[in-house]
């Protein structure tokens, strides 16, 4: 199988931050004796639960199988991950203050030489993301209209990788402006749970609002999901439903023969006011109609 070829990974490393390169030799130390992959995935799985607590319904089937994983790793060895854990946070505290969004666990599994041909686990370089991002969410005049007719703009990353382009999408509110922790929400979803523990832990870092979903979204078979703190903070479950249930209303009034044969979308329906997130069956029918077009989208 084809890894990460050398070229690759020095342009990687000579783009990293201190924080970034910290992470990677603290990784590298773990992982002499039980294998990068393995480390770097019980890594991103540990760093995910212990940013998820504020999800009192998974809270305690999650903080279990936390203890699953470092039961397998001397003292000394947890030492080095929750210090790697603390330079990611510290990375994101500097890029946040200076307005330099990026992919920077996209980048990191690159610079550890993950990059994997065999199993499509390329992570796309930040600028090339961000050029992608640009092009989907519009220019930033655009965006204040979305926002200001819709109150907030719903992102849709159907394969959402490492979280690159939802990452370019914050940086296309912020150029625009807006406050992205206010004015925009996320859906991703992933087949690899690797990738959506890498996904949640960095909207999570960045406070943004977003619902991160371990599925397919064309068949909508959903394993798990994961609500960032903003999201249930900011009580994002209700002001989704809020809308959901306006769609259904307007959907209603335009076609009522569709309605009458059973065809509005299903997530409407519920208590509109629960604050408390409910583990999902099934992705909502609005993500999978979006999610159809294969690539990011606002829906």
Known sequence: MAKTSNAQQRRFLNSADAHQKEIVSLIRQVARTRGIDRVWSDWVEICAI?????????????EQRYLQVIAQYERAELDQLVQAFSHLVMAYEVRVQAADFGDVLGSTFMMLDMGNAGTGQFFTPYEVSRLMGNMMMGNGQDLVDKTSAQGFVRVLEPACGAGGMLI?????????????QQCMH???????????????????????????IHGNGLTGECREQWFTPAHILGAWGARLRRREAEEGTRALLQAPA?????????????????????????IPKAVRQAAAAGQMSLF
């Open 50 to 62: 212990a940013l998820a607590r504020a999800d009192l319904a998974q809270r305690e089937a999650r």
């Open 168 to 180: 370019a999408a914050v940086h296309a509110m912020h150029d625009a402006q807006l406050n992205y």
């Open 186 to 212: 996320a859906t991703a979803i992933d087949i690899d749970q690797r990738c959506v523990h890498m996904t949640f832990i960095q909207l999570a870092l960045l406070h943004v609002p977003a619902v991160v």
């Open 258 to 282: 569709a309605a009458a044969q059973g065809q509005v979308d299903e997530t409407i329906a519920g208590d509109i006011s629960s604050e408390v997130e409910q583990p999902l069956q099934a």
